[in-house]
């Protein structure tokens, strides 16, 4: 296997974090419903890879976002196989970085031990639905190519003598 093709689901997922970062709040504002999850105070889609806060959340807030974000390049990268694979990496690494990021929040929310668990919970299903609906797109990129594809070992039959 070549090194650009072990890299590209990495790249899909880091552009889907750039963009996530980039166009999360615009895309926000357009379609309402998407606002639910932030509303509550969960981690809304994937985490977002920024330079600056956005709106009027803290520093710490975006420092967490953007290391979610390489968390979950990470995941993929490290991810070796094929489509579903990939897409399982993205959803495994979605769902720890929307983890890491209901941590932060409850913590500079200082919520109770009720509110604790119910941010976890949240978090955990909005990683999952995240992973589910964004995961394919890496997974994609981890399909063999074609001279991988006639590379491939093929699962032959030994013909009988």
């Given at each position: ?17 750039v963009a996530s ?56 990268a490290l991810a ?21 990021r209901a941590v ?58």
């Open positions: 296997m070549s090194v650009a093709r072990n890299s590209l689901p990495a790249a899909v997922a880091l552009v889907l974090v970062g980039l166009f999360g709040g615009a895309l926000v504002t357009r379609v309402g419903y998407l606002a639910v999850p932030a509303a509550l105070g969960l981690p809304l889609g994937p985490p977002g890879l920024r330079l600056v806060p956005l709106g009027e959340t803290t520093w710490t807030v975006t420092l967490t976002d953007s290391a979610a974000a390489l968390v979950l390049v990470a995941v993929v070796r196989g094929g489509f579903w694979r990939t897409w399982g990496a993205f959803l495994a690494g979605a769902v720890l970085a929307d983890l890491l932060v929040l409850t913590q500079t929310a200082s919520v109770g031990l009720g509110a604790y668990a119910g941010f976890l919970a949240g978090a955990l299903v909005t990683g999952l639905v995240g992973g589910v609906a964004l995961g394919w797109l890496p997974g994609l990129a981890a399909l063999p190519r074609g001279n991988d594809r006639a590379r491939a070992p093929r699962d032959t039959v030994p013909e009988s003598v």
